[in-house]
């Protein structure tokens, strides 16, 4: 396109407050003291603009400028100027509020009928990107557009997908004892085949929707799949224990708790393990506990995954009612930047079995990470190296032949010194 003949057409989404500030200000200081800031940030806006720039209120706290002959991907002084204005403090009867302004924006050389309502959109998916990151803006990015329209494709086709047998599966990964060597257990792992987007991954999944109902709906899912594969296993006279992971959020719910319930009659008493992240811990102890303790009292182990990656701290551990600890993989990864981590890990594991819980370590990969494990001793270790997920029919083959054993190949492990 000739960039002289055609004319220059931007458009910003401008968060004026964030929904935090705006709901957090309304409940301390009420709803007259938001709006008179978002009228003094408006002010500041009108201020700052070009002559001829339209503007529209897009949400309470989200306005949309529509500026004619600045490219601001061109000129990013210009963009920085009108945050710096849409930054001044902004005194209200002695209250001061600094604002935190975030711009999406898309600039266009246009020629005749160009979508408007097209260019909104990209502003306003500009605008979401920012949210939640340092940035105080960005321009619209089209790859990073389609990852939030199949995101978004991804969440209205779930409730779907989750009717669907072929769609929504669980894989299943071994975990061995680390003295036998043999499989005790099997970590469920969602996996989900999108027909059009292929295969997602279950930790971007939980991550959109956690918050929403959805979450609920496919945690019931996931535990009725891990029934049935305990009773394929059962008919095959096998009985590893089953571990399910469970978000924070479902344990507030009296559907999830009653569904587990079933799941420790059709799973035998204590082989039933249920896996709750570590950071999710810090979001809410106290009620989380309380959670943990319900399902306890249901007879099913509960783990504290991925230790490690939050606070770490062994002591608040003791005030939770948990029977094991995984370490996070960035353990293993951590020893091979740094030789010292390798003592760290050493002593979380012993002081965390001497306070009475079991030590899984993950993400055991090749045989030099299985050689540190010997030096840590968990009680069981789980990774590629053993067996990466795979379908239960699968696993059934892999049980009967114990394929791990068979397939250690002694002669090419490292001896410790190597590694120290
Ligand atoms: P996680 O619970 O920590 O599961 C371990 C992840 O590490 C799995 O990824 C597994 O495939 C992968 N992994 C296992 N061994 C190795 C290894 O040796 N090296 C490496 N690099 N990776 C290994 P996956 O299946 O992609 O799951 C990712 C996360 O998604 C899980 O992390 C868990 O937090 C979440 N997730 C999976 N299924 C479910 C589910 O049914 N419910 C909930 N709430 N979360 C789930
Ligand atoms: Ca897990
Ligand atoms: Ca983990």
């Not at 949400?59 to 002084?77: G, W």
């Not at 600039?107 to 009928?113: A, C, L, P, T, V």
């Not at 494709?153 to 669907?164: E, I, T, V, Y």
């Amino acid at each position: 396109m000739n960039a002289n003949k055609s004319k220059v057409l931007s458009i910003l989404a401008i968060e004026l407050m964030n929904d935090y500030t705006l709901q957090a200000g309304e409940a301390v200081q009420g709803s007259n003291f938001v709006k008179t800031c978002i009228v003094e940030s408006v002010a500041h806006l009108i201020n700052k603009c070009p002559d001829k720039t339209l503007l529209y209120s897009h949400s309470k706290n989200v306005y949309l400028a529509i500026v004619k002959d600045i490219h601001y991907e061109n000129d990013i002084m210009a963009l920085k100027q009108l945050i710096k204005q849409l930054k001044s403090p902004i005194n209200i009867n002695g209250v001061e509020y600094l604002p935190c302004p975030k711009i999406g924006f898309v600039s266009r050389y246009i020629e005749g009928n160009e979508n408007a309502k097209e260019l909104i959109r990209f502003a306003t998916s500009a605008l979401i990107q920012i949210r939640g990151t340092r940035h105080p803006y960005i321009a619209y990015n089209e790859k990073e557009d389609n990852l939030l329209q199949n995101k978004f494709k991804l969440m209205s086709d779930l409730p779907r997908a989750l009717k669907n047998s072929e769609e929504i599966r669980l894989y299943f990964q071994p975990i061995i004892d680390s003295k036998s060597e043999q499989c005790i257990e099997l970590e469920c792992l969602l996996r989900w085949k999108h027909p059009e987007l292929g295969n997602i991954s279950p930790f971007s999944i939980i991550s959109w929707i956690e918050e929403t109902p959805l979450m609920q709906d496919l945690t019931l899912r996931v535990i009725d799949l891990a029934i049935e594969a305990a009773q394929v296993l059962s008919t095959e006279n096998m009985f590893p224990k089953i571990a399910v992971n469970l978000s924070c959020y479902d344990l507030y719910f009296d559907k999830i708790h009653d569904k587990l319930k079933l799941a420790t009659l059709a799973i035998s008493s204590g082989q039933l393990i249920a896996e709750i992240t570590e950071t999710a811990l810090i979001k809410d102890l106290d009620t989380i506990a309380i959670g943990l303790k319900n399902l306890r009292d249901l007879g099913i182990n509960i783990r504290i995954d991925d230790f490690g990656v939050g606070q770490s701290s062994l002591s608040y551990l003791t005030k939770l009612p948990a029977h094991s600890i995984k370490l996070d993989q960035s353990f293993l990864r951590q020893i091979e930047a740094d030789p010292a981590n390798l003592k760290i890990s050493a002593g979380i594991t012993t002081i965390a079995k001497e306070l009475g819980f079991d030590v899984i370590i993950e993400g055991v990969e090749c045989a030099k990470d299985y050689q540190i494990t010997q030096y840590i001793q968990p009680s069981c270790i789980q990774g590629y190296h053993i067996a990466k997920p795979m379908p239960i029919s699968k696993v059934v083959h892999w049980l009967k032949c114990n394929q791990f054993k068979q397939e250690k190949d002694v002669k090419g492990y490292l001896t410790m010194t190597t590694i120290i």
